[in-house]
Structures are given as structure tokens and as C-alpha cells.
């Protein structure tokens, strides 16, 4: 059973016990960001080297993906040893350094804790193969003679897997996996699986990691007669281990990877005593279904199912990650919908998904990805940012699985993106080449010097999101103008109020918006700090430009005739007419479709 600990309280780096609900967590690959050794694959002190970057990018958190000892057959989601570092990406002191750096410069490190399966490669699955059956070392994974058990579970990798059971020669029994055949899923009924993950936990947690991504949690126990999902026993794990990081250790948090509809993932926060913190799969497919329907509607509609959570807890949103644009969570409709949208090439999809990066989904169009971004970073939750997205980098459709979305960082136009001084065959990766996506048109250095960049842009606006908590803690009230090409809705807290304006067409939008219980203040556009026209009792008309958006804090207005005119305060704002365009950037002609569409600029009014 699990050991005793003492009932002092290890501190985490963060000062704030509610933190992760105003960061800005930025996702990488360790093999991914930076190679220090010139071996082709990076690594921690690569990391470390750039975390003056990522400090001034503006990011609070990193989320690193798998750097555990494994066979990398899912790229690290197979793990062979909990507790150590995979040699390629260095050793245990290296992350130690670049715990302490990361810290230093006001960085939290979320890390996975993978629990639902291991490596076949484990030394617990290879002791268990050995075992004879019936033994608490057989029992570390889940066995039958059968493979007709617990029948009515999908496969997940219906491209790759027929079977949830897979047989093995050496023991002469089925082994159970939901994911790939050589992940064998461990065995939450016995008690001594539970007891190693928590030592596995504590490992890390006593390193000064600040939080875990469950992966794949609602498998953890299986159950005949139901689809093995989010069963009572898995909750009462979850709930065990929130339990001993509250009890151990403070201000640190758990992210659940819950792929399921917002009613099926409220369970997963418990009474606020389970995880801190759930993905929200469903709002990112519809995102981009809005923009290319040019319709609010499926946003608006799946917020509007999103039940409420506990006051300590919060949604992660994203617009990209490691995986593909998962359309799980959508109809089949929406999902053959998605697929003649946004891949229309069938080498984009994969499992039931999209494997593309945000920049090529829109087309590489510069004003839908600011919109999109301008999205994330204002609705309810913490945002999460895909290393590579702050650029516009692109995909290589040719790479196999997943990969694509998972090339090396590109930093400068010199030799291998200057991720790596490696020969070019040595690489984990080749990096993108082409004229459009390439290294040599895409990269750090080239956008650090331009204050017009995707870059500049990004930087000033999670500068902006996090000046003000309301983003991050604030309530979300939908507006509903009769003009559904336009998404509009109010944040609130502590007295921050900010309207937030999208127009999702790719033509100019008129919008008339319903603020009349905010009458006699000012809007300002917080970019630039413009004030507005005072709100009225009549409907505040807005004319927005294609793909762009407004933030409008509302404050009280000054006294001053200068900034606000007393034919303002008292006539209805009738003649008014707005069109915001890219902000820092004079107006530009307004454009054609999206397809044709590719000009940079970034928002502004």
C-alpha cells in the first residue's frame, strides 16, 4: 500500500493556488524545439537555451510531451520507465536545470502522466509475461482467455487495430489494450499498479514539476457489460491521487484528456476534487466549422451545452496540438463536412481526424488566423499555444502517422531551420522545405525582426490577455445580433468588462449590438486604447471588417469634452460607423475569398 508521507506540504513554483487558470500554457516536443548536441534530435539543455524566447513570448507554462525512457513506436506515449529521461533528450540533471530556469523566469512545466498503459517493453509487462498466473505481477496488465470480453468497447485505432485483445505465444493468453496492440493497459484492480504510479507521481512532484496531463484517463478500469469509459472505479482513482497532491504539495494541478462531450467530461472535475483542469474537444472542431460556414452558430450552440464547473476548475482550450484535429466529438455529418472543407487531400486525414497544423488549415490566411487566436485567447479557460503556431509553420502531409505536425522548430533560415547543426539525414525529422512552409521563409529570426510579423502580433496579444484576469476567470454572456456571421459576446469579473466582436465572413459585417445595461460607458479598443462612442439605450452598430475582431473594455467615461462630447453622451450613436482593420498596419483593400486570400496583417481598429 502507499507509504506514508510526512504532513509538511511541498510549494510548488507558483504563488497563486487558482494559477492555471490565468496562464498561457505553450505545448512542445523536447525532440522537437531544440538540438544542443548536434545529434538531430533535441534536447533539454536545447530547451534551456531558448527559454529566453519562450520568457518573452509571454507564455507562464510549458507542457512538454513524453521525454521518459521508450521505444518510441507512439512517439513516446509508450513508456518503458516512469521515473527517468530518455538519453536522446539527455539526462535527469538536465531537466533538473531546466526545471530551475523555467521557474526562474516564471514558468510553470506541465508534464504527462501516462497511467492507462505502458510499453510492451516495460519491465512490468516483461515480469508479468513471466508470472504465473493469477500472481500480482501477472496481474500488472489485464488478461484473458478470451478475446470476446467487454464486447461493447470501440476501438480507437480502427486504421491500425481489429481487436482491443492481443494475443501472446509466451503467456497463451489475450492481453487488453484501447490503444495500440503494443501498449498493454495496466491493472487498476490490483492495488500495487496504483501504489507504483503514485511513486512515479511523486518522483516528479518532488522534482517541482508544477502539474500532469492525465492521458487517457477515462480508461483506466474496465468492466463487463459496459464500454470500460469513465466507470465509477476510474473517478475514484482520479479522486485518490487529486487527494494526495492536495495533501503533499501546493498549487499544483492535474489536465484530464477526455475526449468526450461536455456533459460526460463535467464528471471529471468531481466536486472540484478530481482534476483542476479538461480539455474542451468539442469547441475546437466547431471553431473552425463557424469560420468556414461563416456562421456563430456552431460555437455558440456547444458553449451553451457546456455545463457549469466548479469554481476552482477550468476548461483548456486549443486550436492545434501534437495530434490530429480530432472530429470525434461531431456528428457524422459535421464530420464529412470537415473533411471536403479542410482536407480536401485525403493524406491530410487520419484515425478520424485532420492531421494539419492551424496555419495551413486557414490557408495560411493571415487575418483567420488572428481571428482564431483572438478566439482562444478570450473565451472562457486557459489557452494553449502549439509550439510553431506563434510563426504560421507549416505540415508535411507526406510524413506518416502524426508526424507531419511534428517537425523540428524552425529558428532561422540557416541550416536545419537552426534547430540542429546535424547532418540533414541525421535528423529525428527532415524540417519543411518548400516555398511556402519552408525554413527559410518561416522562421524566429526573420519574424523577431519584423514588428509586422505573426509573431509581434502574438506576443502583443497574450501581453494583452494577461493584463487582465477576466480572460481566464471571468463569466461568458453571448450576444445575439439578428447578423449570425458575427460572434459577440460579454466577459465579466471583478469589475473588468470587456465585449469581445468576431466577424467570421470573409466580407465587411455590419453588426448592432444590445449593450443597453452598460449605458454611459465608454468602450475603448484595448490594443491601440481608442475610446469609443458612450453605449446608449439604442443598439451600438459596428461595421467590422473580413476575418476581423474588437476588444472593447468597457470603462466610465472621463469628463473630459475633449475625449467624449456631450453630443456623445446624449444622442444614439445612429451615424456611427466602425470598420476595424489589422491593427499597427494601414487600411488594406478588402479581400477576396479565402483561397485566394493570403495576405499578412494583424488585426486592429
Given at each position: 500500500?502507499?507509504?506514508?508521507?510526512?504532513?509538511?506540504?511541498?510549494?510548488?513554483?507558483?504563488?497563486?493556488?487558482?494559477?492555471?487558470?490565468?496562464?498561457?500554457?505553450?505545448?512542445?516536443?523536447?525532440?522537437?524545439?531544440?538540438?544542443?548536441?548536434?545529434?538531430?534530435?533535441?534536447?533539454?539543455?536545447?530547451?534551456?537555451?531558448?527559454?529566453?524566447?519562450?520568457?518573452d513570448l509571454g507564455i507562464t507554462c510549458i507542457w512538454l510531451l513524453p521525454f521518459f525512457p521508450s521505444p518510441l513506436r507512439d512517439d513516446g506515449y509508450d513508456i518503458a520507465d516512469?521515473?527517468?529521461?530518455?538519453?536522446?533528450?539527455?539526462?535527469?540533471?538536465?531537466?533538473?536545470?531546466?526545471?530551475?530556469?523555467?521557474?526562474?523566469?516564471?514558468?510553470?512545466?506541465?508534464?504527462?502522466?501516462?497511467?492507462?498503459?505502458?510499453?510492451?517493453?516495460?519491465?512490468?509487462?516483461?515480469?508479468?509475461?513471466?508470472?504465473?498466473?493469477?500472481?500480482?505481477?501477472?496481474?500488472?496488465?489485464?488478461?484473458?482467455?478470451?478475446?470476446?470480453?467487454?464486447?461493447?468497447?470501440?476501438?480507437?485505432?480502427?486504421?491500425?487495430?481489429?481487436?482491443?485483445?492481443?494475443?501472446?505465444?509466451?503467456?497463451?493468453?489475450?492481453?487488453?489494450?484501447?490503444?495500440?496492440?503494443?501498449?498493454?493497459?495496466?491493472?487498476?484492480?490490483?492495488?500495487?499498479?496504483?501504489?507504483?504510479?503514485?511513486?512515479?507521481?511523486?518522483?516528479?512532484?518532488?522534482?517541482?514539476?508544477?502539474?500532469?496531463?492525465?492521458?487517457?484517463?477515462?480508461?483506466?478500469?474496465?468492466?463487463?457489460?459496459?464500454?470500460?469509459?469513465?466507470?465509477?472505479?476510474?473517478?475514484?482513482?482520479?479522486?485518490?491521487?487529486?487527494?494526495?497532491?492536495?495533501?503533499?504539495?501546493?498549487?499544483?494541478?492535474?489536465?484530464?484528456?477526455?475526449?468526450?462531450?461536455?456533459?460526460?467530461?463535467?464528471?471529471?472535475?468531481?466536486?472540484?476534487?478530481?482534476?483542476?483542469?479538461?480539455?474542451?474537444?468539442?469547441?475546437?472542431?466547431?471553431?473552425?466549422?463557424?469560420?468556414?460556414?461563416?456562421?456563430?452558430?456552431?460555437?455558440?450552440?456547444?458553449?451553451?451545452?457546456?455545463?457549469?464547473?466548479?469554481?476552482?476548475?477550468?476548461?483548456?482550450?486549443?486550436?492545434?496540438?501534437?495530434?490530429?484535429?480530432?472530429?470525434?466529438?461531431?456528428?457524422?455529418?459535421?464530420?464529412?463536412?470537415?473533411?471536403?472543407?479542410?482536407?480536401?487531400?485525403?493524406?491530410?486525414?487520419?484515425?478520424?481526424?485532420?492531421?494539419?497544423?492551424?496555419?495551413?488549415?486557414?490557408?495560411?490566411?493571415?487575418?483567420?488566423?488572428?481571428?482564431?487566436?483572438?478566439?482562444?485567447?478570450?473565451?472562457?479557460?486557459?489557452?494553449?499555444?502549439?509550439?510553431?503556431?506563434?510563426?504560421?509553420?507549416?505540415?508535411?502531409?507526406?510524413?506518416?502517422?502524426?508526424?507531419?505536425?511534428?517537425?523540428?522548430?524552425?529558428?532561422?533560415?540557416?541550416?536545419?531551420?537552426?534547430?540542429?547543426?546535424?547532418?540533414?539525414?541525421?535528423?529525428?525529422?527532415?524540417?519543411?522545405?518548400?516555398?511556402?512552409?519552408?525554413?527559410?521563409?518561416?522562421?524566429?529570426?526573420?519574424?523577431?525582426?519584423?514588428?509586422?510579423?505573426?509573431?509581434?502580433?502574438?506576443?502583443?496579444?497574450?501581453?494583452?490577455?494577461?493584463?487582465?484576469?477576466?480572460?481566464?476567470?471571468?463569466?461568458?454572456?453571448?450576444?445575439t445580433p439578428d447578423n449570425r456571421k458575427v460572434l459577440a459576446y460579454i466577459r465579466e469579473y471583478d469589475g473588468e468588462r470587456i465585449v469581445c466582436v468576431a466577424n467570421l465572413s470573409?466580407?465587411?459585417?455590419?453588426?448592432?449590438?444590445?449593450?443597453?445595461?452598460?449605458?454611459?460607458?465608454m468602450p475603448v479598443e484595448m490594443l491601440g486604447y481608442v475610446p469609443f462612442p458612450l453605449i446608449t439605450r439604442a443598439p451600438y452598430p459596428l461595421t467590422l471588417a473580413p476575418y476581423?475582431?474588437?476588444?472593447?473594455?468597457?470603462?466610465?467615461?472621463?469628463?473630459?469634452?475633449?475625449?467624449?462630447?456631450?453630443?456623445?453622451?446624449?444622442?444614439?450613436?445612429?451615424?456611427?460607423?466602425?470598420?476595424?482593420?489589422?491593427?499597427?498596419?494601414?487600411?488594406?483593400?478588402?479581400?477576396?475569398?479565402?483561397?485566394?486570400?493570403?495576405?499578412?496583417?494583424?488585426?486592429?481598429?
Amino acid at each position: 500500500m502507499n507509504e506514508a508521507r510526512p504532513p509538511v506540504k511541498k510549494a510548488g513554483s507558483a504563488n497563486d493556488p487558482l494559477w492555471y487558470k490565468d496562464a498561457i500554457i505553450y505545448e512542445l516536443h523536447v525532440k522537437a524545439f531544440a538540438d544542443s548536441n548536434n545529434d538531430g534530435i533535441g534536447d533539454f539543455p536545447g530547451l534551456v537555451s531558448k527559454l529566453d524566447y519562450l520568457q518573452d513570448l509571454g507564455i507562464t507554462c510549458i507542457w512538454l510531451l513524453p521525454f521518459f525512457p521508450s521505444p518510441l513506436r507512439d512517439d513516446g506515449y509508450d513508456i518503458a520507465d516512469y521515473t527517468a529521461v530518455h538519453p536522446a533528450y539527455g539526462t535527469l540533471e538536465d531537466f533538473k536545470l531546466f526545471l530551475t530556469e523555467a521557474h526562474r523566469r516564471g514558468i510553470q512545466v506541465l508534464i504527462e502522466l501516462v497511467i492507462n498503459h505502458t510499453s510492451d517493453e516495460h519491465p512490468w509487462f516483461q515480469r508479468a509475461r513471466k508470472a504465473p498466473e493469477g500472481s500480482t505481477e501477472r496481474d500488472f496488465y489485464v488478461w484473458s482467455h478470451t478475446d470476446k470480453k467487454y464486447p461493447g468497447v470501440p476501438i480507437i485505432f480502427k486504421d491500425t487495430e481489429k481487436s482491443n485483445w492481443t494475443w501472446d505465444d509466451e503467456v497463451g493468453m489475450f492481453y487488453w489494450h484501447r490503444f495500440f496492440h503494443h501498449q498493454p493497459d495496466l491493472n487498476f484492480d490490483n492495488p500495487l499498479v496504483f501504489d507504483e504510479v503514485v511513486k512515479a507521481m511523486r518522483f516528479w512532484l518532488d522534482l517541482g514539476v508544477d502539474g500532469f496531463r492525465l492521458d487517457a484517463i477515462p480508461y483506466l478500469v474496465e468492466r463487463e457489460g459496459t464500454r470500460c469509459d469513465a466507470l465509477p472505479e476510474t473517478h475514484a482513482i482520479i479522486k485518490q491521487i487529486r487527494a494526495i497532491i492536495d495533501n503533499e504539495y501546493t498549487n499544483r494541478f492535474l489536465l484530464a484528456e477526455a475526449n468526450q462531450w461536455p456533459d460526460d467530461v463535467r464528471p471529471f472535475y468531481g466536486d472540484g476534487d478530481e482534476c483542476h483542469m479538461c480539455f474542451h474537444f468539442p469547441l475546437m472542431p466547431r471553431i473552425y466549422m463557424a469560420l468556414r460556414q461563416e456562421d456563430r452558430l456552431p460555437i455558440t450552440d456547444i458553449m451553451t451545452r457546456t455545463p457549469p464547473i466548479p469554481d476552482n476548475c477550468q476548461w483548456a482550450l486549443f486550436l492545434r496540438n501534437h495530434d490530429e484535429l480530432t472530429l470525434e466529438m461531431v456528428t457524422d455529418d459535421e464530420r464529412d463536412y470537415m473533411y471536403l472543407a479542410y482536407s480536401a487531400d485525403p493524406r491530410m486525414r487520419i484515425n478520424v481526424g485532420i492531421r494539419r497544423r492551424l496555419a495551413p488549415l486557414v490557408d495560411n490566411n493571415r487575418r483567420r488566423i488572428e481571428l482564431l487566436n483572438s478566439i482562444l485567447l478570450s473565451f472562457p479557460g486557459t489557452p494553449i499555444i502549439y509550439y510553431g503556431d506563434e510563426l504560421g509553420m507549416g505540415d508535411n502531409i507526406y510524413l506518416g502517422d502524426r508526424n507531419g505536425v511534428r517537425t523540428p522548430m524552425q529558428w532561422s533560415g540557416d541550416r536545419n531551420a537552426g534547430f540542429s547543426r546535424a547532418n540533414p539525414e541525421k535528423l529525428y525529422s527532415p524540417v519543411i522545405m518548400d516555398p511556402v512552409w519552408g525554413y527559410q521563409t518561416i522562421n524566429v529570426e526573420a519574424q523577431q525582426t519584423d514588428t509586422s510579423s505573426l509573431l509581434h502580433w502574438t506576443r502583443n496579444m497574450v501581453a494583452l490577455r494577461k493584463l487582465f484576469q477576466v480572460f481566464g476567470r471571468g463569466s461568458l454572456e453571448f450576444l445575439t445580433p439578428d447578423n449570425r456571421k458575427v460572434l459577440a459576446y460579454i466577459r465579466e469579473y471583478d469589475g473588468e468588462r470587456i465585449v469581445c466582436v468576431a466577424n467570421l465572413s470573409r466580407f465587411a459585417q455590419p453588426v448592432s449590438l444590445d449593450l443597453s445595461r452598460f449605458v454611459g460607458l465608454m468602450p475603448v479598443e484595448m490594443l491601440g486604447y481608442v475610446p469609443f462612442p458612450l453605449i446608449t439605450r439604442a443598439p451600438y452598430p459596428l461595421t467590422l471588417a473580413p476575418y476581423s475582431f474588437l476588444w472593447l473594455e468597457l470603462q466610465q467615461a472621463p469628463p473630459q469634452p475633449d475625449r467624449v462630447t456631450q453630443q456623445q453622451q446624449h444622442e444614439p450613436a445612429r451615424d456611427l460607423l466602425l470598420i476595424t482593420e489589422p491593427m499597427g498596419h494601414p487600411v488594406e483593400e478588402v479581400p477576396g475569398p479565402p483561397e485566394t486570400d493570403n495576405a499578412p496583417g494583424s488585426v486592429s481598429n
